[in-house]
């Protein structure tokens, strides 16, 4: 079964997309996809070692390495 126009045209604009994407955008593209744990792990992990709820979490470079930053509430 081939493509249709429209899957054609959203690889495309992904492809696109990605080669706008800076040496940084990369390399913090390649650190989320090998993380050893996903997002929702990060966020269960934070929430049942603190007890706290998650009201927010992100994936970036603190201190040279690419980290899940979950902020919580208590």
């Given at each position: ?16 997309a ?8 990369h390399?913090e ?8 744990v ?28 690419f980290?899940?930053?979950v902020?919580?509430l208590?």
């Amino acid at each position: 079964m081939g493509s249709s126009g429209a899957d054609r045209r959203i690889r495309q604009t992904a492809v696109a997309a990605n080669d706008m994407w800076s040496v940084d955008d990369h390399a913090e593209h390649e650190a989320f996809i090998n993380a050893a744990v996903s997002l929702s792990e990060a966020i269960a992990l934070a929430e049942s070692e603190t007890g706290a709820r998650a009201i927010s979490a992100e994936f970036e470079k603190e201190d040279g390495q690419f980290v899940f930053a979950v902020e919580l509430l208590d």
